[in-house]
């Protein structure tokens, strides 16, 4: 939680720079990029620009964007040509970080669908669990196979002005964005090939096969019977880009809901050959809408009886339902206990400062202070439900008060912490643009992180969002070999 | 048909699908080169891929022994005159025999070589640029996917169109057969790098060089364990680059050729198909690998041989 600073009149300060030391001198790590950079020359840049682009037309690599049209816009991915790059170092220090906070999440979501002793002991509130509208008290007691419930999170780390990783929020539940980490990475190397003969950099591309493998091993029939789909609401979600992309890296089925049915407690895909029985499900749709008979029940996009073949332990459902409650963002600020309390170690990485709306005085000292804070709904993503303090006008503001003081349990705020930046190529100029990243991390028979993951940047010169449905782009993220 | 143009259809098709196979080899080579993490020698690198061509001997006949670096081996491989195998002569070649078969092939197919030719030539006419060969390599292999495509939909059914399939299979098992035994001979040994993400590169780049990674993903789960990569390799039915898959159509072709049981190439396309008939992966595991596929490939030299004389010879004998 954040200390209420004594000085509230202190200057915002400046965000860190990736890429130079002082504006003209670019980080040891960025030398031999710069130096290649500068000789490509404009022409040449803006025709590897054009190329780019091409290429992403051209394989399709696409975002829908939810819009008025009940179809959603189909946007092709933005991608900013300049790689950003990772020391070894660094990279170490977020991974090992990554993983600590993935092994206590998971044995926090364990723990709350089971003996909750982590209630009992006091350490996270109880009423703050049982508020939380991703709380699944139908899934109280299911044993998942293996005890894994956080498959595949994205954990969203920034840099704050002194340039420490910090951790922006945690997506456990089915988070997006892994077949453009790889898709920049294809592009990049095929558009810029001369960039990569100055470094070496790590792959990411095995990140279906790890993926893959976590799956197999979670099968409750055994690796050696593992029938495996993805399951997507369909084609105007906005990431199904991704689902095709991951369901044919993997060489498994992309089901929609009504390609399966549950019967006796198993889960079948209706095949032209008749019901073929499926052990494993990586849902790329919402728990809400995941079984009409236990959640949603307008839902027509689930499967019907999947929650009870999973309960009598026919079916993997991957990532777990009900993990909604781990990454709520009123849970958020609790996760340093979290991870003292299951692992008995410090945590590696650190939370942003984060102000509790339930506490009485932080609020006060929130809404006298709207202008420099970041207030979020707890369950919102996305970057909708959202106030950016210093972008605000008085009347949002003013609406964001009355909803804050309506619903406290809701809505946390947090500091505005100035984004770090980095160069991008703009119609013609290098510009500074603010950028966060977010990186995968897989557990299945071991916790593993693709080293990489998904660098977004707020294409808007001083914005602080970089989420894609929100105009976000991306770079190429590069963690360097030692 | 005249057997000079059914000779040129055969080795158009042979041609223009070795440029096409050569390309893609060269594609995932450079591709995967690009972000490698191990230590490996600019040589041990390429090597490989002179090894699969059987270009070693040329290569050193022109370069001197040691001279093995990238850049040699592109040009060696995309633009080299005195190679027969590089991507400009095969091309060369192709076009060549389909002017000779001009009238038996659509102008669809004509058109296409044509230009693909003209194209290549002129883009090999300064040396390839290393960090722009990949995008070569797509064009080229584009292109003769190009021309297989408007040969499928423009061209008669018949005689021509068995040679023309007959080339383009059997340059399609003898491609795959040689990227299997040269790729699987270096992968097998470094038992300590299975399941590693320098195995999972390695086999994916053999599986890509056969346009077979994803098709093996599919069907198999269990990571890239050699005898399944053999199985699907060799004898999968469906996998259109397997010895299996090319083989059976390579019978097929050859019925529709016309040529028949009194000649000399039914008996080879026999012994080559006895050589999958009845076998399997662990039988072949057990006796060698690497035998086999030279066998193997003796056998597909010796059907060429036996197709050659049949449609070929015959017509020198003539006044």
Redesign the interface.
């Known amino acids: 939680m954040a200390a209420i600073p004594s000085d509230t009149s202190q200057k915002p300060r400046i965000s860190y720079h990736e890429f130079y030391t002082d504006g003209f001198t670019p980080r040891e790590h960025y030398r031999p990029l710069w130096e290649h950079i500068q000789s490509v020359g404009q022409n040449a840049f803006e025709a590897k620009v054009h190329e780019s682009q091409l290429a992403l037309h051209a394989e399709g690599v696409t975002f829908t964007v939810y819009g008025d049209s009940d179809e959603g816009i189909e946007r092709i991915w933005p991608f900013d040509l300049i790689p950003r790059i990772i020391p070894a170092g660094e990279w170490s220090v977020i991974e090992s970080g990554l993983k600590q906070r993935v092994r206590a999440l998971n044995l926090f979501l364990k723990d709350i669908y089971h003996d909750q002793r982590i209630l009992k002991d006091g350490v996270v509130p109880a009423e703050l669990i049982y508020q939380g509208k991703d709380f699944r008290r139908e899934i109280m007691g299911i044993d998942p196979p293996h005890d894994i419930y956080t498959h595949i999170s994205g954990i969203d780390i920034i840099r704050d002005e002194d340039g420490k990783y910090l951790v922006l929020e945690d997506n456990l539940r089915t988070p997006s964005g892994v077949s453009y980490m790889i898709e920049n990475r294809v592009i990049e190397r095929r558009i810029l090939p001369e960039f990569f003969a100055k470094y070496r950099v790590r792959r990411v591309e095995h990140y279906p096969a790890l993926l893959l493998e976590a799956l197999r091993a979670v099968s409750p029939r055994g690796t050696g019977q593992a029938e495996i789909v993805v399951l997507t609401p369909g084609i105007y979600n906005s990431a199904y880009f991704e689902h095709t992309f991951l369901a044919k890296e993997m060489g498994v089925e992309l089901a929609e809901g009504r390609d399966l049915v549950a019967k006796d407690d198993v889960v079948y895909l209706k095949t032209t050959t008749g019901l073929q029985r499926v052990d494993v499900i990586y849902r790329r749709v919402d728990d809400d809408f995941l079984d009409p008979l236990v959640f949603r029940s307008d839902s027509a996009l689930g499967v019907a009886g999947i929650i009870n073949a999973w309960r009598a332990g026919n079916i993997a459902i991957v990532n777990a339902p009900g993990n909604g409650i781990a990454d709520d963002k009123a849970v958020y600020p609790y996760v340093p206990d979290i991870i003292r309390y299951y692992l008995a170690e410090a945590p590696i990485l650190h939370n942003v400062p984060t102000y509790q709306m339930t506490n009485p005085e932080e609020r006060a000292y929130v809404l006298d202070n709207l202008e420099r804070m970041v207030v979020k709904a707890v369950s919102e993503s996305g970057g909708y439900g959202m106030l950016m303090g210093p972008a605000s006008t008085p009347a949002l503001r003013k609406e964001f008060a009355a909803k804050v003081q309506e619903d406290p349990r809701n809505y946390i705020a947090q500091p505005v912490v100035q984004l770090s930046r980095h160069i991008c190529y703009m119609d013609g100029e290098l510009e500074a643009r603010h950028l966060d990243l977010r990186p995968f991390i897989i557990y299945g028979d071991d916790i593993n992180v693709v080293p990489g993951g998904l660098t977004r940047v707020a294409l808007t010169k001083g914005s602080l969002v970089v989420n894609s449905s929100q105009g976000g782009g991306s770079k190429d993220t590069w963690v360097l070999a030692e | 048909m005249l057997s000079r143009i059914a000779d040129s259809i055969y080795w158009m098709s042979r041609y223009l699908e070795r440029a096409g196979d050569t390309a893609r080899l060269m594609e995932i080579n450079l591709?995967y080169l690009?972000?490698a993490?191990e230590d490996m020698s600019e040589g041990d690198k390429w090597r490989p891929l002179l090894s699969i061509t059987s270009a070693e001997a040329a290569f050193s006949g022109l370069y001197g022994e040691g001279q093995l670096t990238q850049g040699r081996v592109l040009q060696f491989m995309t633009a080299e005159k005195s190679n027969g195998n590089s991507i400009r002569t095969c091309l060369r070649l192709a076009r060549e025999n389909a002017r000779i078969a001009r009238d038996r092939i659509s102008r669809e197919m004509w058109e296409a070589i044509n230009e693909l030719w003209l194209n290549v030539d002129q883009q090999l006419k300064t040396p390839l640029h290393?960090?722009r060969a990949?995008?070569f390599f797509s064009f080229v292999r584009g292109e003769v996917a190009r021309f297989h495509g408007l040969t499928t939909t423009t061209m008669m059914r018949g005689e021509a169109f068995g040679f023309y399939r007959l080339g383009t299979f059997l340059e399609q098992a003898d491609m795959t057969a040689r990227i299997l035994d040269v790729k699987y001979h270096l992968l097998l040994p470094d038992l300590s790098l299975v399941g590693s993400?320098l195995d999972?590169?390695q086999w994916a780049a053999l599986l890509k060089s056969l346009s077979g990674y994803?098709?093996?993903?599919?069907?198999?789960?269990?990571?890239f364990r050699p005898m399944d990569v053999v199985e699907f390799t060799i004898f999968e039915q469906e996998f259109p680059r397997s010895l299996a898959y090319t083989v059976k159509r390579m019978r097929r072709a050859l019925a529709d050729t016309g040529i028949t049981g009194q000649q000399r190439s039914p008996a080879a396309m026999e012994r080559l198909e006895g050589m999958l008939a009845g076998n399997s992966a662990e039988r072949i595991f057990s006796t060698g690998l690497h035998e086999f596929l030279e066998e193997f490939l003796a056998a597909i030299a010796a059907l060429n041989q036996a197709a050659q004389a049949d449609f070929l010879d015959t017509h020198r004998e003539e006044p």
């Open positions: 591709l690009l972000e993490e290393p960090l990949s995008q993400a999972y590169y994803e098709a093996f993903r599919r069907k198999y789960h269990a990571g």
